[in-house]
Nanobody, 121 residues
Framework: QVQLVESGGGLVRPGGSLRLSCAAS????????WGWYRQAPGKQRELLAT???????NYADSVKGRFSISGDTAVNTVYLQMNSLKPEDTAVYYC???????????????WGQGTQVTVSS
């Protein structure tokens, strides 16, 4: 089985920063795409950023220039550095990875459990 575990959420003042981490574990052969999403109350889940190991990154307009996705393939971990946080960034943040398990030939999506980020003075 494969598990994704997020950490690093919490309460931060407007203008502050947080760094989220997402560690994947289990019978992993490779990961070809990482993603960070968020979901605020009453809203749909929103894609924020994607990263292809050894490739490029993409960002939603809402976070471009403020958030940065990076990864450490050696430990199957992805990070989301969030700067200049705003109250409207308050949401549950989820990581997602497309994982090829040992013995499998295809990639399947996996999700973390989510971590709450609250931006408030």
């Amino acid at each position: 089985q494969v598990q994704l575990v997020e950490s690093g959420g919490g309460l931060v003042r407007p203008g502050g920063s947080l760094r989220l981490s997402c560690a994947a574990s289990g019978s992993i052969f490779s990961i070809n795409v990482w993603g960070w999403y968020r979901q605020a109350p009453g809203k749909q889940r929103e894609l924020l950023a994607t990263s292809i190991p050894g490739g490029g990154t993409n960002y939603a307009d809402s976070v471009k220039g403020r958030f940065s996705i990076s990864g450490d393939t050696a430990v199957n971990t992805v990070y989301l550095q969030m700067n200049s946080l705003k109250p409207e960034d308050t949401a549950v943040y989820y990581c997602n990875a497309y994982v090829r398990r040992l013995g499998d030939v295809s990639f399947q999506p996996y999700w973390g459990q989510g971590t709450q980020v609250t931006v408030s003075s």
